[in-house]
C-alpha cells in the first residue's frame, strides 16, 4: 500500500534525526528532507547533512539555496531599516525562519505531501515561527512535531536512534552555534542565566589582528555595493566585510528580548557585518534624509523587525512597509569610513553628494547663509503661538 509522505526541516542535528526514525518506523510515512541555506553552511557540510539523512532512511533528500533570495527579500529591508531588536540584536537567525519553512512547504506541495514536520521543542520561538508558515501556505496539511509534543531528552533521542542502529557521535557542544548570512548566535549555560556573561572562548571568532584598520564602505540606494573601492554584488559584499571584520572579534555581544510565547530569554551573537553595515547605513541617512523620513522610517522598521522577528512574515502589511523603506533609499548613497579594532569599531565620516549638511546653507553652532536674525524672531514668535495661548488662557502658573 502507498504510503503518505512528509516533508521535515532537516538540520543534520540530533532532534531532526530522531524525527526520521519516527516518522518513518513509527507513523509508517515516506520521508523526505530538505535542509535551507540562508548562509549557513558550506558545501562540504550540505553534503554530510544529504549523506546523513539518506543514511536514515529518508525517500529523499533536497539542498536548497536560499542565500540570495533571503537577502533580497529580507536583509535587503533589515538595512534599510537599520533594524536592531532591543537596539541590540540584527535578527541573525529569527529572519531566517520563514524562509526555510516557506521552502519546506514548496517542496511538500510538489511531491504531493500529506504532512509537514519540524524538529522544534516546545521551549522556544521557532515553533511558531514554522508552523506560523505551515498554517498560511498549507492549511490542509498536518503539522507533525515529535519532538515537542513527545518532551523528549537528549538522552532518550539518542537511546532511541541506537535501537535501529544508529550509532552516529552525538557530542553535545559546549555552546550551540548557529550560522547564517546575517549572523551567528550562541547558546550556552550561561545566556539561561540573567547574569553570567559568555566567554570570549564561546564565540566563534577571536581578534588575531590588533592594528587599527580603516575601512570605505560604499552605499548605493541603500545598498552596501563596494568596500574600499572594490564592487561586489550585495550577498558578497556581506560575506567579505565580515571575512575582514571577524579578525577583529567585532559584534559580540548578547540579546536580552520577550519570546513570542511571553518569556525572557537571552542569546549570545556574533555579527560583525550586520552590525558594521547597519550603523554605518544610519549614519549615512542621518545626512540624507530629512528628520521626518527619519521619524516615519524608524516607527515602521520597530514593527518591520518585530513581526519578521516572530515569524508574520507573510503578513501584507510586510509588503506595504517594504514600499515605504525602498522608496526612501533614493538618495542613500555616498561612503562611509568605518575604523575596526579589536573587539570594537566606530563610524569615522561619510561623503555623499546628498548629504543635507550643505554648507550653503550655513554652519551649524557658527553662521547662516539662507537666513536673518530677523527672519528667527519672526519664526520662533509664530512658532511660541500654540503654547502661549494654552498658558494665557489656563492661567499656567509657570
Keep these: 500500500m502507498k504510503k503518505d509522505k512528509v516533508v521535515l526541516a532537516f538540520s543534520g542535528g540530533l532532534d531532526t534525526s530522531y524525527c526520521i526514525k519516527y516518522l518513518k518506523n513509527e507513523l509508517k510515512l515516506d520521508v523526505y528532507s530538505v535542509v535551507v541555506n540562508t548562509g549557513g553552511f558550506d558545501l562540504a557540510e550540505l553534503e554530510e547533512i544529504e549523506e546523513r539523512a539518506y543514511q536514515l532512511g529518508v525517500k529523499e533528500h533536497r539542498s536548497v539555496d536560499e542565500v540570495k533570495n533571503f537577502y533580497q527579500k529580507a536583509i535587503k529591508y533589515l538595512i534599510f531599516g537599520n533594524v536592531l531588536k532591543n537596539n541590540t540584536y540584527p535578527l541573525s537567525v529569527s529572519a531566517e525562519r520563514a524562509f526555510q519553512a516557506m521552502e519546506v512547504v514548496n517542496f511538500a506541495k510538489e511531491i504531493g505531501a500529506k504532512y509537514l514536520a519540524h524538529g522544534s521543542t516546545g521551549a522556544g520561538n521557532d515553533q511558531v515561527r514554522f508552523d506560523l508558515i505551515f498554517n498560511i501556505m498549507a492549511p490542509d496539511m498536518e503539522i507533525l512535531t515529535p519532538i515537542r509534543d513527545q518532551k523528549l531528552s537528549r538522552k532518550e533521542e539518542i537511546e532511541y536512534?541506537?535501537?535501529?542502529?544508529?550509532?552516529?557521535?552525538?557530542?553535545?557542544?559546549?555552546?550551540?552555534?548557529?550560522?547564517?548570512?546575517?549572523?551567528?548566535?550562541?547558546?550556552g549555560v550561561e545566556t539561561l542565566t540573567s547574569d553570567q556573561p559568555l566567554p570570549a572562548a564561546a564565540f566563534p571568532s577571536q581578534p588575531i589582528q590588533t592594528e587599527p584598520k580603516d575601512l570605505k564602505l560604499t552605499f548605493q540606494s541603500g545598498e552596501l555595493i563596494a568596500i574600499d573601492d572594490q564592487i561586489f554584488k550585495p550577498v558578497k559584499a556581506i560575506q567579505e566585510l565580515e571575512k575582514i571584520a571577524s579578525q577583529y572579534a567585532v559584534g559580540q555581544d548578547i540579546h536580552t528580548g520577550d519570546t513570542i510565547i511571553g518569556t525572557k530569554g537571552r542569546v549570545g551573537f556574533e555579527a560583525a557585518a550586520p552590525l558594521i553595515i547597519i550603523k554605518a547605513h544610519h549614519t549615512l541617512e542621518k545626512h540624507c534624509l530629512t528628520k521626518w523620513q527619519l521619524y516615519w522610517k524608524d516607527q515602521l522598521a520597530n514593527w518591520y523587525g518585530m513581526l519578521l522577528h516572530e515569524g508574520q512574515y507573510l503578513d501584507p502589511v510586510m509588503r506595504n512597509i517594504e514600499k515605504f523603506m525602498e522608496d526612501s533609499q533614493k538618495n542613500v548613497e555616498g561612503d562611509v569610513t568605518v575604523q575596526l579594532s579589536p573587539y570594537q569599531f566606530r563610524i569615522l565620516g561619510i561623503s555623499s553628494e546628498?548629504?543635507?549638511?550643505?554648507?550653503?546653507?550655513?554652519?551649524?553652532?557658527?553662521?547662516?547663509?539662507?537666513?536673518?536674525?530677523?527672519?528667527?524672531?519672526?519664526?520662533?514668535?509664530?512658532?511660541a503661538n500654540q503654547s502661549k495661548i494654552y498658558h494665557l488662557t489656563n492661567h499656567s502658573d509657570l
Aim: charged content about 20%; proline content about 4%.
Design 161 to 187: 536512534l541506537k535501537k535501529y542502529g544508529v550509532h552516529l557521535p552525538w557530542e553535545q557542544a559546549q555552546y550551540s552555534i548557529n550560522k547564517g548570512l546575517w549572523g551567528t548566535s550562541v547558546g
Design 354 to 383: 546628498h548629504d543635507l549638511m550643505n554648507p550653503e546653507f550655513g554652519h551649524y553652532g557658527e553662521m547662516n547663509n539662507a537666513w536673518t536674525g530677523e527672519d528667527v524672531k519672526g519664526f520662533t514668535k509664530i512658532l
